[in-house]
C-alpha cells in the first residue's frame, strides 16, 4: 500500500507542453520494491518531462493533439475509473491514478505488489484506493483558503516538508495535510490519549456532525418503442465529524422516506467498522423483489479528520423526474428542432435552477437562430454549437413546456467546433439538469 511517485501538475494552455510540472516525488525504496514485484512486466517511472507530455497526451490536454485515435480514444477504451496506462519509451507504465480539478492536474503511481501481466484486477490492488485518498488530501489543502497564486506557491512549498510526514516511504499515515501543517506549526502538541499512527491530531471544540446527500438521475429517452427507456439514481453521502478524543466512535443512521426505493449497489468509506450483510448484497444487477433491504442504514465508524464520502449507491425510481421529447430534422445547412418537456407530477416544482443543454456536434458555428419557447430563455453560444434553454427554478402551471426552432450553421472548423464519432447526421441528445 504505498506509492512509487506523485505529481502536482497546472494545466496551461500555450505552454511549450501543454503543462508545468508544479512539484513531483518519487520514492525510492518503493521503486525497488517494483521492480521485485513486477519482475520482467517492470516499467520505470520517467523523468518529469516525458512523463508530463506522456500524460497529457493520455488526457487529451495537449494543445496539438485533437486527432482520433483507436489506442485511446475508442468505445472499447472508455475510462470511468481515473486510472490510466500512460504509454512511456515504448512500453505502459501502469496503473496511474490521474484527475484534472480547478486546472490541477493531480497524478500518483501506487505500488503492485506483484506481477502487471496479465494486468491484475483494480480491487485487489490496495495502492490505488491509498493513492486516490492522498490525492484528494493534497487536493484539499491546496484549495482550502487558496486565494490568490502566492498562496498557492506558498502551498506547494509546503508540501515537501508535509509529505515527509504525512507519507513517509511513500505509505500514506494521514490524508490531512492542514492537520499535520498546524501540528507541525505548534510549539508543542500533547496528546492526552495514544493516537493511531494514521491520525496525526485530535479536534478540539464543539461536536458536531453534518451529512449532507447528493443524489443524480441518469436517465436515456428515446421515445421508441422498440427501445426501452433506462433511468437510475445515484448518490453520495458526504459526511464531516468533529469530534474530541483520538478514536471516537460513531454511527449513522440512514432511514428512507414514505414508499422511498431500497439502495443498491452501496460502497463504502474504509473508516466503516462494520456492516449488515444485507446492505452489501443489495444489486441493481439483480430484479428487484420484496426482500430487498430497506433499512434503516447504519454505518459505524471510527471517522477521519477530514470530510469524507461516507458512501455511494444507487436506488431505481418509478418514473423520471422529467419525461422529455427531442427531434431534430436536417435540411441542407440548417436543422429544425423539437423539444418537449414535462415535469412529473410527484416532483415538487422548485428548483435552484433548471435548463436543457442542446450541443451539436460535428457542425461548423452557429450562424443563426430561429425559435419559440413556451417558458424560459435560450441561450446561444455560437462558437461551440451549444443551445442552453434556461428553464429557471420552476415549471409553468401545465408542468409542459415546448421549445422549436431553426438552427443556421456556418462552415466546419475541426480545432473550434465540437467533436463526436457518435453524433453523426440525425444522431444526436439533449440534456437536462437541475
Known amino acids: 500500500m504505498a506509492q512509487r511517485a506523485v505529481w502536482l501538475i497546472s494545466h496551461e494552455s500555450g505552454t511549450p507542453l501543454g503543462g508545468i510540472v508544479k512539484f513531483s516525488r518519487r520514492y525510492p525504496t518503493v521503486e525497488k520494491r ?13 523523468e518529469d518531462g516525458p512523463f508530463l507530455k506522456a500524460l497529457l497526451f493520455e488526457l487529451r490536454l495537449l494543445d496539438d493533439e485533437k486527432d482520433f485515435l483507436e489506442s485511446r480514444d475508442s468505445c472499447s477504451h472508455i475510462n470511468k475509473t481515473s486510472i490510466y496506462g500512460v ?39 490496495s495502492g490505488i484506493s491509498q493513492g486516490f485518498e492522498l490525492l484528494f488530501g493534497v487536493q ?7 486565494k490568490t497564486d502566492s498562496e498557492l506557491n506558498t502551498k506547494l512549498s509546503q508540501l515537501s516538508d508535509l509529505l515527509l510526514q504525512t507519507c513517509p516511504f511513500g505509505t500514506l499515515l494521514d490524508a490531512n495535510l492542514q492537520n499535520s501543517l498546524d501540528s507541525i506549526n505548534s510549539a508543542s502538541v500533547t496528546h492526552l490519549q495514544k493516537q493511531p499512527a494514521w ?10 456532525v453534518s451529512i449532507s446527500i447528493t443524489e443524480k438521475v441518469n436517465s436515456m429517452q428515446y421515445d421508441k418503442q422498440e ?14 465529524c468533529d469530534l474530541e478524543g483520538s478514536m471516537p466512535n460513531v454511527t449513522i443512521s440512514l432511514s428512507l422516506p414514505t414508499n422511498g426505493s431500497p439502495l443498491q449497489d452501496i460502497l463504502v468509506h ?17 430484479a428487484m423483489d420484496d426482500s430487498a433491504f430497506s433499512g434503516p442504514y447504519k454505518f459505524p465508524l471510527t471517522p477521519p479528520l477530514e470530510s469524507f464520502n461516507l458512501c455511494y449507491y444507487t436506488s431505481q425510481v418509478p418514473v423520471p423526474p422529467i419525461l422529455g421529447f427531442y427531434q431534430v430534422k436536417e435540411e441542407e445547412v440548417q436543422l429544425k428542432i423539437t423539444v418537449n418537456l414535462k415535469l412529473h407530477e410527484s416532483v415538487k416544482n422548485s428548483f435552484e435552477f433548471c435548463e436543457a443543454h442542446i450541443p451539436f456536434y460535428n457542425r461548423g458555428p452557429i450562424t443563426h437562430v430561429e425559435y419559440k419557447a413556451s417558458f424560459g430563455q435560450l441561450e446561444v453560444f ?28 456556418g462552415a466546419k472548423n475541426h480545432e473550434k467546433q465540437p467533436f463526436d464519432q457518435i453524433c453523426i447526421g440525425g444522431t444526436a441528445y439533449l440534456k437536462t439538469g437541475s
Open 87 to 125: 504509454p512511456v519509451g515504448g512500453e505502459e507504465l501502469w496503473p496511474v491514478v490521474a484527475f484534472l480539478k480547478n486546472g490541477m492536474i493531480y497524478a500518483c503511481v501506487p505500488l503492485v505488489e506483484q506481477t502487471l501481466s496479465p494486468r491484475p484486477p483494480l480491487i485487489s490492488i
Open 382 to 409: 455560437r462558437e461551440k454549437s451549444l443551445l442552453v434553454w434556461i428553464i429557471g427554478q420552476k415549471f409553468p402551471k401545465s408542468m409542459e413546456i415546448s421549445l422549436s426552432g431553426t438552427i443556421t450553421f
Open 227 to 240: 427501445i426501452a427507456d433506462t433511468w437510475q439514481v445515484v448518490g453520495v453521502v458526504t459526511c464531516k
Open 199 to 208: 491520525k496525526t491530531g485530535t479536534y478540539k471544540g464543539k461536536p458536531q
Open 34 to 46: 517494483a521492480k521485485v514485484f513486477n519482475g520482467a512486466s517492470y516499467v520505470p517511472v520517467p
Open 270 to 286: 474504509p473508516c466503516v467498522t462494520s456492516l449488515d450483510s444485507a446492505i452489501l448484497t443489495s444489486s441493481s444487477i439483480d
Open 140 to 146: 484539499d489543502f491546496l484549495s482550502s483558503g487558496q
